[in-house]
């Protein structure tokens, strides 16, 4: 797992079939930017926890093909 910083939003003119509804996020994670399926409804600014790979896909649903998901929302 990952923390990183939402960035803004992804705006895709067209998406896989098992993509649509899905709501992608850039996050900021050291010095890289990772596009991340929303899973929590986390708003630009907000500190996030990042899972990769299978954890990813089991959070986005079994079907979705995602490499990396937001998966809480941390607050100080």
Do not use: N
């Amino acid at each position: 797992m990952l923390l990183g910083q939402v960035a803004g939003k992804v705006w895709a003119t067209k998406k896989a079939p098992r993509l649509t509804g899905q709501t992608f996020l850039t996050v900021r994670v050291g010095e890289s930017l990772l596009v991340c399926a929303d899973c929590v409804g986390a708003g630009e600014g907000e500190t996030v926890l990042i899972a990769s790979g299978g954890a990813a896909r089991i959070a986005a649903g079994a079907d979705v093909p995602v490499d990396a998901a937001i998966i809480g929302i941390i607050y100080p």
